[in-house]
């Protein structure tokens, strides 16, 4: 999976939750890392404590993800201290101060930025996807990771295609699946060699009340 994202400036990872999604989006930042190389992750606030742990595990000297959090005024607080990793929610785009500042993280780190999507299948909303399209042609290396990159159909991944490579254009949704192909990696529960327990359902019958069957 690293060899092949590693490869391209734009890829994503598909494979299905536990199998190190995390870890090889590091391991992709370390392989374009350069002396004055900046990370961006964005993802649900729920994911924070995953990056964080895991950034500690792969990196010697990087061993904090600043959260870009708070009030614009603490944000660039934060900022002015030049942190190289930096992490924030979907959410925070949609407050115009917010997505200000990260347009501008983007505009001023560019040719040394990487821009990581975490449980990308969210961009897929309107709003979100129409604030992230100006900004996807300005970044360098872009990634984007889901284990369930189309929750309901394959329009799903025009939004996450879109960020990858911007100047693609496409008409039908149906060819999202194909042109994925060659830049997405997956490790599927199978390859993990997980072994799940057969489910026992113990089925209770319950009399309904009185209430509840006048009802029904």
Known sequence: NIRKICSLRAAASFSVPGSGKTTEALAYYAYHKKDNSK???????????????????????????????????????????????????????????????VKDIILENKNNLTVIFDESHKIKGEKISELIKPLSPLIKSKLILTGTPMPQASSDLRAQFQFLYPTETVFNDDD?????????????????GLKYPKIKFNYVPVEPSNAFKTFY
């Open 39 to 101: 990370l961006l992750v964005v993802c649900p606030i729920n994911a924070f404590i995953s990056w964080q742990d895991e950034i500690k595990k792969c990196f010697k000297s990087l061993n904090k993800i600043e959260r870009l959090r708070g009030s614009p005024k603490e944000i660039k607080d934060i900022l002015s201290m030049n942190p190289e990793a930096m992490i924030i929610n979907y959410d925070a785009l949609r407050n115009p101060k917010k997505y200000s500042i």
């Open 176 to 192: 999202f699946v194909k042109l994925f192909e060659p830049i997405f990696v997956r490790t599927t529960k199978k390859e993990l």
